[in-house]
């Protein structure tokens, strides 16, 4: 398992995705660890080096004595990075993360290349509410306090619903080291970055939960997307942990906030197109494209490839199937076998065709679907002779 040893803290961290992407730093609430993050994963991991971590007193990361101070877990970071060289990066953290989040920006601004401020505050006010909290555990360790934490983590409705993450987020939290979670609430107790966030440059998101009763809109997100040069607000149907509550829409989010947009969507097309069809494909469309078919290429390219398949709101997997579907239900056959070979050569499984065809036959009939499994049967066929 991958540890640093970090100013007297060994400290657990994860690199995951393909060397020379953009990294992005991942940072999670007090009272998680760094797998709160695992439903974005998937779908950011085409575009950015993930880096997760266990913050001091979390998850794998040792639990040190004493009060701990944002400037403390936020030294803590840029002290990883600095570990493995990594001159840059963008930064999205959630609650406790997203102080720490604003102590980096602040402090390392050539360091940071965007930001993301989720459900959190400049400050974490009022104190009593921390220091009831520190007294109820002192008193009676993580349990005393675990279901105060899932009502602010969540929303009613979730929590009615079984929301399989609860069970998840609940066992992490009782199984968090008191000494390093009172050791966090401290820091956020005594934090105050009401005259740092002018000092904050990069672009910033500022995600909000509707139903955070932990950090509301009014009094902490207001306040981040008021007074950070710049800042984008973003607001979400969720309670405090809404990168769980409302995982889809969070990660949307991010990705339409951190991706740059094409500059050119014909050569984005044409990059798409090629990663979706194949070169070879591609090679025999363009060498067979005439002037009075031109136009209609570059239109086909440019919008359906360049702006369609690039948006980064569903993966390429996702839009394979969905291509199939559509394009059974309206018998556009030579459509549905191009985008089968191609799927078949890169991502999709049999098992994924099989699905594919059965919701067909039930919304589509029954004619589409066998003529789909014939064409597929056929691909197959052709497919393992080859």
Not at 61 to 87: N, R
Not at 327 to 334: D, I, K, N, P, V
Not at 354 to 361: G, I, N, S
Request: contains cysteine.
């Amino acid at each position: 398992m991958p540890f640093a040893n970090i100013h007297n803290a060994r400290m657990f961290y994860r690199m995951e995705g393909n060397a020379g992407l953009p990294v992005l730093i991942l940072s999670h609430s007090i009272g998680t660890d760094h797998a709160m993050w695992d439903p974005q994963v998937e779908n950011l991991l085409p575009h950015f080096q993930i880096f997760r971590y266990d913050t001091r007193g979390h998850g794998a990361s040792d639990a040190t004595p004493g009060e701990y101070s944002i400037q403390m877990l936020g030294e803590d970071i840029l002290a990883l990075v600095d570990g493995l060289k990594i001159s840059q990066f963008a930064f999205c953290g959630l609650s406790l993360g997203g102080a720490i989040g604003q102590w980096v920006a602040a402090h390392a601004p050539e360091r940071v290349t965007h930001l993301v401020l989720a459900d959190t505050s400049p400050q974490f006010v009022p104190r009593t509410n921390w220091e009831a909290r520190i007294a109820a555990v002192l008193q009676g360790g993580m349990p005393a306090v675990v279901d105060l934490a899932m009502q602010r983590f969540f929303s009613p409705d979730t929590l009615a619903q079984r929301n399989p993450h609860l069970a998840s987020i609940r066992s992490v939290f009782l199984g968090t080291d008191p000494v390093g979670y009172l050791g966090c609430c401290a820091a956020l107790r005594d934090m105050n970055h009401g005259d740092l966030l002018r000092q904050i440059k990069a672009p910033t998101l500022v995600i909000s939960g509707d139903r955070d009763v932990a950090t509301p809109w009014s009094g902490h997100g207001d306040r981040l997307a008021l007074e950070i040069p710049g800042a984008k607000a973003f607001h979400i149907a969720a309670a405090h942990l809404s990168n769980l509550e409302r995982p889809h829409s969070f990660t949307t989010a991010l990705l339409e906030f951190l991706l740059p947009k094409p500059s050119d969507f014909l050569q984005a097309g044409f990059e798409m197109r090629r990663a979706v069809l194949g070169d070879a494909h591609v090679d025999r469309a363009i060498a067979n494209t005439t002037e009075f078919t031109r136009e209609f290429q570059e239109l086909i390219t440019r919008y359906a490839w360049g702006t369609i398949w690039s948006r980064p709101e569903l993966d390429r997997r996702t839009r394979r199937l969905l291509v199939l579907a559509i394009t059974a239900s309206l018998g556009r056959w030579e459509e549905f076998a191009l985008h089968l070979r191609a799927g078949l050569a890169s991502d999709l499984e049999l098992c994924d065709l099989k699905e594919v065809l059965l919701q067909t036959a039930v919304y589509a009939g029954v004619p589409a679907a066998n003529t789909g499994f014939q064409i597929t049967a056929e691909q197959i066929k052709k497919k393992d002779e080859g």
